[in-house]
């Protein structure tokens, strides 16, 4: 059996179903999304195997505590991207920041470094004046958080909309990566 752990969640291999073991439908969508976090963090020498259920242990006081800063990181990245406060959502990122676009599908694009993500940032805010981002569900364990949102902005002179989820890590405070994803 192999463990991959990312605090406070220990996934273990089990042939046990999710229903069997009385798992409500937002824990096993919480536990499926934490482990597309696992599969898209694994390093290259990790095999990771996906696992029927995920068991979580009890967080320690560091645990939360690092939680509790992840979630403050990306609120205070979230609520400047939703201003267009580009200096701002720089102040929330590091130096060595990486964001990976959804554009152009299937894989995106990454931006690596403060100076080109913020060179993104300017041009999105600048083609897109009324975007806004509406979070839906944010599920964040140790330093990495994931949020469930609706991206919304006028196209074409009409109302529009996508569904998506971002993937967060922070560090030191500050969010080092954000790769999205879009339904689609």
């Given at each position: 059996?192999?463990?991959?752990m990312?605090?406070?969640?220990?996934?273990l291999?089990s042939n046990?179903?999710e229903?069997?073991?009385?798992?409500t439908?937002k824990?096993?969508?919480?536990?499926?999304?934490?482990?597309?976090?696992?599969c898209?963090?694994?390093?290259?020498d990790?095999?990771?195997?996906?696992p029927d259920r995920?068991i979580?242990?009890?967080?320690t006081?560091e645990d939360t505590?690092?939680?509790n800063?992840t979630?403050a990181?990306?609120?205070?990245?979230?609520a400047?991207?939703n201003?267009?406060?580009?200096d701002?959502v720089?102040?929330?990122?590091?130096?060595?920041?990486?964001?990976?676009?959804?554009?152009?599908?299937?894989?995106?694009t990454?931006?690596?470094g403060?100076?080109?993500?913020?060179?993104y940032w300017?041009k999105?805010?600048?083609?897109n004046?009324?975007?806004?981002?509406e979070?839906?569900?944010?599920?964040?364990?140790?330093?990495?958080?994931?949020?469930?949102?609706?991206?919304?902005?006028t196209?074409?002179?009409q109302p529009?909309?996508?569904k998506?989820?971002?993937?967060?890590?922070?560090?030191?405070?500050?969010v080092?990566e954000?790769f999205?994803?879009?339904?689609?």
């Open positions: 059996m192999k463990i991959l990312i605090l406070p969640a220990v996934l291999v046990l179903s229903a069997q073991n009385g798992l439908e824990a096993i969508f919480q536990n499926r999304l934490l482990l597309l976090a696992l898209l963090e694994a390093s290259s990790t095999k990771t195997i996906l995920v979580f242990k009890e967080p006081m505590d690092t939680t800063a979630l990181a990306v609120e205070r990245f979230n400047a991207f201003r267009h406060d580009v701002a720089m102040a929330a990122m590091t130096e060595d920041c990486i964001f990976e676009n959804t554009n152009p599908a299937p894989d995106g990454q931006y690596k403060a100076a080109k993500v913020r060179a300017e999105f805010f600048k083609n004046p009324d975007a806004y981002f979070t839906e569900e944010i599920i964040t364990s140790g330093n990495r958080c994931i949020v469930r949102w609706i991206y919304r902005k196209k074409d002179g529009w909309h996508l998506g989820v971002d993937i967060f890590k922070v560090k030191g405070g500050k080092y954000k999205s994803y879009v339904k689609g």
